[in-house]
């Protein structure tokens, strides 16, 4: 079973431009979960999707990142326009059911904002 | 929002074991996790303890929960040059996770 995948691995990208990761969770689950870790700091949650609904988006810091899950398979998420701060590491998760013990995590992709 | 508190780093020698210590604020967590992220990899699931109980173990892995102190510990028996890597303490109730900023563990031939 293809565990989740996330592209691209690593993103440089100047400040003002615009960036849109991408995430493929586990065939099947339902829920996809967005984090990201700034430096060194903790793994901070972004959103939640159930299928194609917003479930939770209370960590979304602001209206700059948009999210999406169109068809309820692979996950968006677009910086526009990216900020120095946006630099981080954006992990996607999967799981399956309604209340779910297990998230299985992507490999992240590494955002840097010059 | 909750807190996960972690220390930054621990080093120790192969074959000693690693304690690795967490805290948190919720009270209401249904589960609590430990992840490992090595180089350049995901984070991927250790080991997890339901909130009700004290211990669980799992080979070398030994999960420690203090629910009236809010404390839990991960200790690595015999560790490896392979432990090395970033463990990360997580809350959950339900959907929601709340991750520690992770501890890094060396480990030294």
């Known amino acids: 079973e293809a565990g989740v995948t996330q592209f691209p691995s690593h993103s440089v990208i100047e400040k003002g431009q615009t960036v849109t990761l991408r995430c493929d969770p586990i065939?099947?689950?339902?829920?996809l979960y967005w984090y990201r870790r700034v430096m060194g700091k903790e793994i901070k949650f972004l959103l939640h999707?159930?299928?194609?609904?917003?479930?939770?988006e209370s960590g979304m810091p602001n209206n700059r990142f948009l999210a999406e899950r169109t068809g309820g398979t692979y996950s968006t998420l677009k910086v526009q326009p990216a900020e120095l701060e946006d630099s981080g590491v954006y992990f996607c998760?999967?799981?399956?059911?309604?209340?779910?013990?297990?998230?299985?995590f992507g490999p992240g992709t590494r955002l840097t904002v010059t | 929002g909750e807190d996960v508190e972690q220390s930054l780093f621990l080093s120790v020698r192969e074959g000693d074991s690693s304690v690795i210590n967490c805290t948190y604020t919720?009270?209401?967590?249904?589960?609590l996790y430990w992840y490992k992220q090595e180089p350049g990899a995901g984070l991927q699931l250790l080991t997890y303890?339901?909130?009700?109980?004290d211990m669980k173990q799992d080979q070398r892995l030994t999960v420690l929960l203090n629910k009236k102190d809010k404390h839990l510990s991960l200790r690595i028996a015999d560790t490896q040059t392979g432990d090395s890597a970033i463990y990360f303490c997580?809350?959950?109730?339900?959907?929601?996770?709340?991750f520690g900023s992770g501890t890094k563990l060396n480990v030294k031939p």
């Open positions: 997580a809350e959950s109730n339900f959907n929601k996770f709340y």
């Open positions: 303890i339901f909130s009700n109980m």
């Open positions: 919720d009270s209401s967590s249904t589960y």
């Open positions: 065939s099947g689950h339902d829920n």
């Open positions: 999707f159930v299928k194609e609904s917003k479930q939770d």
């Open positions: 998760a999967s799981s399956h059911g309604l209340t779910p013990r297990e998230q299985y």
